[in-house]
């Protein structure tokens, strides 16, 4: 199952930086976060789905790309991310 819209504007009040923020990379890690973490559920029961987990892959390594710009533009927004998405650490 999908992120809903109701998930989605939720996420989107939490990591918010402004107003009318739907780019910057904390909202789009959180979305990022959120739709890994649906998918991993689907592979557990549909274990031969491959080309589904292709398009995981790909949001992992989009996830990673925005982590990597973000530690290296501003390391404590990373720090602060990383913390309340419970990642990497």
Known sequence: MAVTKIQKSEILKKFKTADLDTGSPEVQVALLTARINE???????HKK?????????????????????????????????????????
């Open 39 to 45: 998918m991993s559920g689907h592979f557990q029961i």
């Open 49 to 89: 789905d491959n080309h589904g987990r292709m398009g995981l892959i790909k949001c992992v390594n989009r996830r990673r790309k925005l982590l990597d710009y973000l530690k290296s533009k501003n390391h404590k927004r990373y720090e602060t991310l990383i913390q309340a998405l419970d990642i990497r650490k």
